[in-house]
């Protein structure tokens, strides 16, 4: 299982895909998210803890702490980067002690932004870098909407298929902490919320699940009417809109429906 946070939308680049429209400004999750996270990775003790962003390493200090903490229940944590940090030696030695997968992003929006020092230093880092084609098309979230509302084609994502096995869906068992304290299905689009840390006791893996195919029910029954419908410009930008709990389903926060019509 791999337990995911989001800490920050602050970021020193401005990527033209970036589907959480991050941006210079300071920012950093809700308060008491974070012990929330804790706790969840005490109860659920993750194969894989991933940290993003934003830009993760612009908290340095932050990041040293949580890593500090989340080691005494999960040995294997992965940051996302854009990689800029190598460009500063005291950090660049700071993350190297802390002992982390460290993933760094190379596509043609993040190189838009590479220097040929931080390149050299990038390619030079051993770290995992994970290169996109120049051809690849992104998905129409944030800033990648304008650029790729037109793909018409779905992911296959959980939530349109109803299939959570590995053999079907290689990244199962994956879910998120969103900066508000919201909770989902590790998606790259940041799909709908189907917990909350602050409003649920005890989140698992099971539990989203069960909300996802409670939402999955609603969504063929009441919005899903065509193929179009399903293609990731309009899916993808609706279904960040959506809220499940026990008892209801929530669109921008307004009720339309009783979770209980659709288990």
């Known amino acids: 299982m791999v337990l995911g946070i989001m800490i920050s939308k602050q970021c020193n680049f401005h990527c033209g895909h970036c589907m959480v429209n991050s941006s210079h ?18 109860y659920n003790r993750p194969d894989d803890v991933y940290i993003l962003g934003g830009e993760p390493f612009l908290h340095i200090e932050k990041i040293e702490e949580m890593v500090s903490i989340i080691k005494k229940n999960c040995d294997r944590i992965t940051v996302f980067t854009n990689g800029s940090f190598l460009l500063n030696d005291d950090i660049s030695e700071r993350v190297k ?21 931080l390149k050299e230093r990038i390619e030079q880092s051993g770290y995992w870098i994970v290169s996109k084609d120049e ?41 998120m902490v969103m900066m508000d304290g919201s909770v989902n299905l590790y998606c790259a689009t940041i799909e709908a919320s189907l917990a909350n840390v602050f409003e649920d006791e005890n989140i698992t893996y099971e539990l989203l699940v069960e909300r996802e195919k409670v939402f999955h029910n609603y969504l063929f029954r009441e919005v899903i009417h065509c193929q179009e419908d399903t293609y990731m410009g309009k899916m993808c930008n609706l279904c960040q809109k959506y809220k499940i709990t026990d008892e209801e389903i929530l669109f921008e926060n307004e009720h339309v429906a009783y979770t209980f019509d659709y288990r």
């Open 135 to 175: 051809c690849e098309e992104m998905i129409p979230v944030g800033r990648a909407y304008e650029e790729f509302k037109h793909l018409k084609y779905n992911m296959g994502c959980s939530l349109l298929t109803g299939r959570y096995d590995r053999d079907f869906y290689p990244n199962a068992e994956r879910y």
């Open 97 to 117: 002690n802390l002992g982390i997968i460290v993933r760094v992003s190379d596509d043609r929006y993040h190189r838009k932004f590479w220097t040929d020092k």
């Open 25 to 42: 400004k300071y920012s950093w999750m809700e308060d008491g998210v974070l012990n929330k996270f804790y706790e969840l990775v005490e």
